[in-house]
């Protein structure tokens, strides 16, 4: 029985912190600055700048058995291109890192994007993820949020 318990207790939290994470979605600044909206329901990321929305894009986030972080990040790092230490060395183009290794990045395996694939990083097209690089790297790290939910 206190297994079960537990199970229940664990959705509900699950539940509550996924509204969470869409309400902070709601709320997150979109009048100023750059804010890269991650709906991995939908597998889409829109940007919206200065409060426009300027793209949306399809996307590829954690498949079954990853994870990809909800909430609000500003860009820690920005690289051009960067090779993954834990996975085989794969190429990363225009990574946007936000939480440790997770990355906003290209990938070559555009048949995958629109629907979940990636070991928790948010991947784009190889153009759209350059496009985002360079907006940030224009405008800005800290007037940039990346919104996951």
Request: charged share 15%; glycine share 8%.
């Amino acid at each position: 029985m206190p297994a079960l318990h537990l199970s229940a207790r664990f959705r509900w939290i699950a539940v509550a912190f996924t509204l969470f994470v869409a309400t902070l979605c709601q709320l997150a600044p979109a009048s100023a600055g750059i804010v890269a909206k991650v709906d991995i329901a939908r597998q889409r990321m829109t940007v919206i700048v200065d409060g426009n929305v300027e793209a949306v894009w399809a996307i590829s986030t954690a498949r079954r058995g990853y994870y990809t972080p909800r909430g609000i990040y500003r860009p820690k790092l920005l690289k051009r291109m960067h090779y993954s230490k834990k996975y085989d060395n794969s190429p990363m183009p225009y990574s946007v890192f936000f939480k440790g290794g997770y990355a906003v990045h290209g990938t070559y395996s555009i048949k995958q994007l629109g629907r979940a694939a990636s070991h928790g990083c948010i991947r784009l097209a190889p153009s759209h993820a350059a496009a985002l690089y360079q907006l940030i790297r224009h405008r800005g790290m800290s007037d940039t949020r990346v919104v996951i939910g």
